[in-house]
């Protein structure tokens, strides 16, 4: 498959409604960059991150970082992908996959989201806008897929939330558009937002649960799922790369100490701040925990009424979203 197939291929979300076709998607594309790229570029400060330079087919752009320790290969991924289909099958079934399967969870998930983004990083440079809403759009509806395949009911829509006064009358409704509204048995479990990153966006997700569990007078989960934090950063010297962190620890912590903390903050690419700071490492996980664990423990909690909130639904994969 040629980078202009591929670019056509990413850019069209119509060929992206099931998990088959995102990995299909993401096993031709790394079979082309086996052999068809100009250079892969080592970061120069974080080693483990490489960018991908297109030829002329691409306009010898360069792509975002991605994390060699997270990335498969095509051979790799050919097996993993394999694997990956087989663990999700023992979670819809209520079984526990080995603990030695939680990277293959993690990098499976990055691999294949990370190709889609790299693929749109070869468009020209004045439809990256249209590239980043792609991109986020795409993530948004493989996580949602995802959780589906677990034969969990999620959707993304916008809720018409009632606001009563103190005696229980409705004053007004308020509408509140999310990526993930996860339910079980008529009762909304837990809302999410699902973003490739937490830049200019962190904020808004400890704002949405504070206002919205205010405005309900509940206490329903709120979650985040984010793909990575890094972004690339132009060295002093000429094609030289290095990577700089968009997650702003302290914003964090203020909103997680003085707000209300979050019920899971999951990442595939997780930040080193984040697994050796005392107060980050409590509340942020890498994305397996998510699947093996705290979907489940969640949908066990006691949710909100269906039938209190109105829910309209929005294309799968067609929302608001980022890079």
């Known amino acids: 498959m ?40 080592v970061s120069q400060n974080e080693v483990h991150y490489q960018f991908f330079q297109y030829r002329q087919d ?14 498969y290969d095509a051979a790799t991924f050919a097996t993993e992908a394999a694997q990956f289909t087989q ?23 990055y691999t294949i989201q990370q190709s889609i983004g790299a693929a749109l990083d070869a468009l020209p440079a004045g439809m990256s806008n249209q590239a980043r809403k792609v991109n986020g759009d795409l993530f948004e509806r493989f ?9 969990v009911d999620c959707v993304s829509g916008t809720m018409q939330v009632p606001v009563k006064d103190s005696n229980g009358a409705e004053l007004f409704k308020s509408s509140y558009q999310h990526d993930l509204l996860i339910s079980k048995d008529a009762e909304l479990k837990i809302i999410g937002s699902i973003k490739t990153s937490s830049k200019d966006r962190i904020d808004k997700v400890f704002m949405d649960k504070f206002l919205y569990n205010r405005l309900t007078d509940t206490a329903l989960p709120h979650i985040a799922i984010f793909l990575n934090d890094v972004q690339r950063k132009k060295t002093r010297r000429e094609n030289e790369y290095g990577v700089s962190a968009t997650f702003l620890p302290g914003h964090f912590k203020a909103y997680t100490i003085k707000l209300n903390p979050l019920d899971g ?59």
């Open 143 to 151: 996580i949602r897929l995802l959780i589906v395949s677990l034969n």
């Open 58 to 71: 691409g306009s010898f752009n360069i792509s975002r970082p991605l994390n060699s320790l997270l990335m």
């Open 2 to 41: 040629s980078l202009a197939d591929l670019v056509a291929h990413a850019t069209d979300k119509e060929r992206f409604h099931t998990l088959e076709q995102y990995i299909a998607f993401c096993s031709r594309y790394l079979e082309f960059v086996e052999t068809g790229l100009q250079a892969r570029i």
């Open 265 to 323: 903050v999951y990442y595939c690419d997780i930040r080193p701040n984040m697994v050796s700071d005392e107060l980050l490492s409590q509340h942020i996980k890498t994305i397996d925990h998510f699947f093996y664990s705290d979907l489940w423990e969640l949908l066990n909690r006691h949710g909100q009424n269906l039938e209190e909130i109105a829910i309209e639904m929005k294309e799968n994969g067609d929302g608001e979203n980022d890079t």
């Open 87 to 109: 663990t999700l099958e023992q979670l819809k079934d209520g079984e526990q996959p080995s603990d030695d399967l939680r990277q293959n969870i993690i990098r499976t998930i």
